[in-house]
């Protein structure tokens, strides 16, 4: 095998390329180019020398959980079984029990990472009642004596020691209704006090309150003047009975024959800036006087309230940092103890940690020219010592959301975002990455291999088993293109909704149902795909009431987006099935149409596939 091996300078680093030409020549047949065989063999291959090599677990990253799911399914079709699938929208029941989190319900915990994700959760439910209350006080009224105690001993002493709960007991934490407060002033009868015939009665004390709030809110001068008032209306009374004694009658609470006016509370009516507040007696201040020192301390408080919640949070992340590295060891444990490792690229770019500390030494990659190149290297680490990517360079090219940064556009052909790592190893100008290619094709019709062949794949040749393939029934040409002069569908006056086509939706229905009565009735049998958004949603709406409509899950999400844009609600009941979004509609399995979008379509149904294997040597 020693002829198959080359080597070259890359950067920093070693590249050795192995030529799988031997297993290409096998006269094993898969179906297509025999991609996945390929990499599955492969994997079988490591596996065998995982011993001798000491490589320990191989990573496996595809671009879909689809593509994902069908390449360890594949692994477990060839009795590997000891694999760890890392991800929560797995859609293979095969997989189930592979799955990480379910590995680690059914694994035991140390006491000490049991010890430390109980003093997290306890810690962590204490801070979200603080935080909950603390959003309370900044959606309502702030002005509270817990939020405002730490400002006022911090900046106004003096203040804080008038409020303080341990300056007046008698008064402290006590609000008085005004339905149980109780003034006698008495009826100039026996009794008197001496206090121009009145006579106060202690107050029923109520609810608990604190002295700042009664401050806050007044409440000693709302009872000072309802002390006023009642007095004043006693007094009044009283002197209007009295005047209507007999003239020769003893005279009460007199010394020169007048009633004695009553004793009124003092109600507080200053107006003083707030520079002079701070020095006084908090209860000799009049109501505006104490609005405008709330006014003046509320911007502190908030200040305040909003430093403790950013405090807060910071600590909710320190504790769920320390929950997830508990729950990190518990996943590399299970994970170093696996033979593969499988995880979507983007699921490897949210866990390089956990891809650091594994140290993977070995990483193959599944439909490699469809991942970004910061995908790819983001799972990169510097433990990676053999880097296998596999895919075609010349099929679909990673997805970018902005068009001005895609390879198409004149702005992003400066930076070619959407090409990936494996396309610019095998189309550099200067030193470009030799590859193995896998030339034999095995799925495709010759009339449609032809299509492509001088265009792309100059070098293509067809399997044997093609052109043993019956013709089409019911059609008189296998592949033919359609004319017609029917219109497209207006666009919307801002001219930014998407292509489509009724005429053609009728026409590709009525083809699906002759071809269904042509014999072509089993799931997969049929897959209609169209360039447009806007088209794959009127075939939706046009083919549900008569099949069962199979949809991939990311055009599934677009249309989502694109009702929700428009303002409609979803009326499509779907669930999803090796996935794919299935319409649930009471027909038979024997009318399933396959309905993609082209860019979605999946790509292990193409035709051609290249193959590179990188060995990435420390420097």
Not at 442 to 463: A, T, V
Request: hydrophobic content about 35%.
């Amino acid at each position: 095998m020693g002829k198959n091996f080359k080597s070259c300078c890359y950067d920093s680093g070693f590249i050795i390329v192995y030529h799988l030409t031997n297993l290409i020549n096998l006269g094993f047949r898969p179906p297509g180019t025999g991609k996945t065989w390929i990499g599955v063999a492969l994997m079988q291959v490591l596996l065998a020398n995982k011993a001798q090599s000491d490589c320990g677990p191989i990573l496996c990253i595809c671009y879909t959980n689809h593509a994902l799911d069908q390449f360890l399914e594949h692994l477990l079709d060839r009795n590997i079984l000891d694999i760890v699938r890392v991800g929560a929208r797995s859609k293979s029941e095969r997989l189930e029990q592979y799955n990480l989190q379910a590995l680690m319900n059914v694994t035991d915990k140390p006491f000490q990472v049991r010890q430390v994700l109980r003093q997290a959760n306890e810690a962590l439910e204490s801070d979200a009642k603080n935080i909950r209350d603390l959003e309370r006080a900044l959606q309502g009224d702030c002005m509270q004596w817990e939020n405002v105690e730490s400002l006022l001993l911090l900046k106004y002493t003096d203040m804080y020691f008038q409020f303080d709960r341990e300056r007046d007991n008698s008064q402290d934490f006590f609000d008085f209704s005004d339905d149980e407060d109780t003034l006698d002033v008495g009826d100039g009868g026996d009794g008197d006090d001496g206090q121009g015939g009145f006579t106060k009665v202690e107050t029923k004390r109520t609810k608990k309150l604190h002295l700042f709030e009664r401050w806050k809110t007044g409440h000693d001068i709302h009872l000072n003047e309802k002390w006023n008032a009642e007095a004043k209306n006693n007094w009044e009374s009283r002197s209007k009975k009295n005047s209507k004694k007999n003239r020769y009658a003893v005279l009460d609470d007199t010394s020169d024959g007048h009633l004695q006016p009553p004793v009124y509370q003092k109600i507080p009516s200053t107006n003083r800036p707030v520079h002079l507040l701070l020095d006084v007696d908090i209860w000799n201040m009049s109501r505006e006087e104490r609005n405008r020192l709330l006014d003046q301390w509320r911007p502190e408080v908030l200040e305040t309230l909003m430093t403790r919640l950013g405090n807060l949070v910071k600590h909710v992340e320190a504790l769920n940092d320390t929950k997830n590295g508990a729950y990190d060891e518990i996943r590399r444990g299970i994970l170093r103890q696996c033979s593969v490792v499988g995880m979507t690229t983007n699921g490897a770019a949210k866990s390089q940690e956990l891809i650091k500390k594994l140290a993977p030494k070995i990483i193959i990659c599944e439909e490699a020219g469809e991942v970004l190149e910061s995908h790819i290297l983001s799972a990169l680490s510097s433990s990676t010592q053999h880097l296998i990517l596999i895919g075609d360079h010349k099929q679909l090219r990673p997805q970018i959301e902005t068009y001005n940064l895609s390879s198409d556009s004149p702005t992003g052909k400066r930076f070619n975002l959407d090409k990936s790592l494996f396309e610019r190893l095998v189309t550099s100008v200067k030193n470009p990455l030799p590859m193995s290619i896998l030339t034999t094709q095995r799925r495709m019709r010759p009339c449609i291999s032809n299509l492509i062949r001088r265009p792309l794949y100059p070098d293509l040749e067809d399997g044997e088993k093609v052109h043993r393939y019956p013709p089409v029934y019911g059609m008189g040409m296998d592949l033919f293109f359609m004319h017609h002069d029917h219109p497209e569908d207006s666009k919307d006056m801002y001219g930014i909704q998407s292509y489509s086509s009724s005429f053609e939706v009728s026409m590709a229905k009525a083809l699906a149902s002759y071809l269904i009565k042509n014999g072509y009735d089993q799931p997969g049998d049929i897959a209609i795909l169209t360039p447009y958004l806007g088209q794959l949603s009127k075939l939706r709406d046009a083919l549900k009431s008569s099949f069962m409509l199979v949809i991939d899950e990311r055009d599934q999400e677009q249309l989502d987006q694109k009702e929700q844009d428009e303002g409609e609600e979803g009326q499509h009941n779907v669930h999803v099935q090796g996935g794919a979004m299935i319409g649930v509609k009471n027909v038979s399995l024997q009318k399933q149409l396959t309905l993609r979008t082209i860019d979605n379509y999946q790509v292990s149904n193409l035709l051609f596939t290249s193959f590179v294997q990188l060995n990435i040597m420390p420097t």
